[in-house]
């Protein structure tokens, strides 16, 4: 059974800085694309960043130039470096990752890590 275990969440400052980790276990077939998504009370979860297994990356508009997302294959593992933290960033932090072999890809979730940035 897949498990994504989520990390380094917590209270923060704005303008502070947070890395989030998520982790794979139970699963040895290919990790393709990896990502980190966000929600907050009443509104629906939002893309924050996403990475393929060639290492090609997308962001959300509100995080450029602040967010950097990464992975290590080798770990099964995709972070979330976040910088410049806002206010607005406050929220439950969930990575997903798509594994399979194809044409059958699985989606799977982290349990949510909640990040929390005070004015």
């Known amino acids: 059974q897949v498990q994504l275990v989520e990390s380094g969440g917590g209270l923060v400052q704005a303008g502070g800085s947070l890395r989030l980790s998520c982790q794979a276990s139970?699963?040895?077939?290919?990790?393709?694309?990896m990502a980190w998504h966000r929600q907050t009370p009443g509104k629906q979860r939002e893309l924050v960043a996403g990475?393929?297994?060639?290492?090609?990356?997308n962001y959300a508009d509100s995080v450029k130039g602040r967010f950097t997302i990464s992975r290590d294959n080798a770990k099964n593992s995709v972070y979330l470096q976040m910088n410049s933290l806002k206010p607005e960033d406050t929220a439950v932090y969930y990575c997903?990752?798509?594994?399979?072999?194809?044409?059958?890809?699985?989606?799977?979730w982290g349990q949510g890590t909640q990040v929390t940035v005070s004015s």
């Open positions: 990475i393929t297994l060639g290492g090609s990356t």
């Open positions: 139970g699963t040895t077939r290919t990790i393709y694309d």
């Open positions: 997903e990752i798509k594994s399979g072999v194809p044409p059958v890809i699985y989606d799977y």
